[in-house]
């Protein structure tokens, strides 16, 4: 009787050693792709940041007014260059 004792102790003892190894790699791998994950997210960060600079830097008044200046050749409405509309006339 003791001999099925031991050897259902031994299996059941062989289980846990198996489950705990195998818990422990997939810990260790779940650990890896923590590190993965944080870096891409630290990576993703910067790249956040240098879009809202480049959307400031873009967006500014002056850079737009130099683009219509220089790409678009518009230039500042005056009021000699103002057509004004009344009713009535055609």
């Not at 790699?25 to 809202?52: H, M, T, V």
């Amino acid at each position: 009787m003791s001999g099925k004792i031991n050897v259902v102790l031994t299996v059941l003892l062989v289980g846990c050693a198996l489950s705990l190894v195998k818990s422990q790699y997939e810990a260790r791998n779940l650990f890896i792709e923590k590190g993965k994950l944080d870096q891409q997210a630290s990576q993703l960060e910067i790249d956040w940041d240098q879009l809202r600079l480049d959307y400031s830097t873009l967006s500014k008044n002056s850079r737009i007014e130099q683009i219509a200046r220089t790409d678009l050749n518009m230039v500042p409405l005056t009021p000699e260059r103002t057509q004004y509309l009344t009713e009535g006339e055609k």
